[in-house]
């Protein structure tokens, strides 16, 4: 069935650090790709999202491509903000059943 | 209304008694989820509508748990006979026909 793998956590950076947050997908279908981010405390927040191969989405900064050849929806940011610090979920809506989340990163930026 | 809302935020009860939740997706969106969370993990795929069709449910949800949305509007969630396993964040989500869920604030249930 379909599935996501998100790289694991916790993901510790200095304040304008680069970041990436690896993500890969199975799927049989052409499914659209989600990045949520949930900060403590909170409900989880849609961050950016991809519905077809080569489409970037992007939102506060962050940035993901949907890649069909190598399956991938990988997260990056320029520069980190300690306000970054979240737990992050990679997700697939396939449109035909339900979607399915990564297990979350959780990243921790350092003043 | 500009979100999916969810009642209660939070609820204790007793183990063995029963408590029902209540989702209010954003106007217009066809498809609801509800997803259960427990600390350090991933939403839990629990169960889907498409309007008032329940089209989805997860093979680890026992008879204990039943979901409802009549009418293809709000849904309700009921677990029966509480165990503390139960004991999570219950999420709802609404999803637009692009595809995509936008969550409500949860609720939390503690089983003591």
């Known amino acids: 069935g379909d599935s996501v793998t998100q790289m694991e956590g916790p993901v510790t950076l200095s304040e304008e650090a680069f970041l990436t947050i690896n993500c890969t997908y199975t799927?049989?279908?052409?499914?659209?790709l989600f990045w949520y981010v949930q900060y403590p405390g909170e409900g989880l927040q849609l961050l950016l999202k991809?519905?077809?191969?080569?489409d970037k989405g992007s939102n506060k900064g962050f940035e993901a491509t949907y890649r069909k050849e190598t399956t991938s929806f990988h997260l990056e940011k320029g520069s980190v903000q300690v306000s970054d610090s979240a737990v992050y979920f990679c997700?697939?809506?396939?449109?035909?059943?339900?979607?399915?989340f990564g297990s979350g990163t959780r990243l921790s930026i350092r003043p | 209304d500009t979100g999916v809302s969810q009642n209660p935020r939070h609820k204790i009860t007793k183990r063995g008694q029963n408590v029902t939740f209540r989702c209010d997706p954003i106007?217009?969106?066809?498809?609801l989820y509800w997803y259960r969370q427990t600390l350090g993990q991933g939403p839990e795929f629990l169960t889907y509508?498409?309007?008032?069709?329940?089209?989805?449910k997860s093979r680890l949800l026992s008879d204990r748990f039943s979901a409802e949305r009549p009418k293809g509007s709000f849904s309700t969630l009921e677990i029966q006979r509480t165990e503390q396993g139960d004991s999570a964040m219950y999420l709802c989500?609404?999803?637009?026909?692009?595809?995509?869920?936008?969550f409500g604030q949860g609720t939390r249930l503690t089983v003591v």
């Open positions: 997700a697939l809506d396939s449109s035909a059943s339900k979607i399915i």
């Open positions: 106007s217009e969106h066809n498809r």
């Open positions: 799927a049989t279908g052409y499914p659209s």
């Open positions: 989500a609404s999803s637009p026909p692009d595809g995509g869920a936008f």
């Open positions: 509508f498409q309007n008032e069709a329940q089209l989805e």
């Open positions: 991809a519905t077809k191969a080569d």
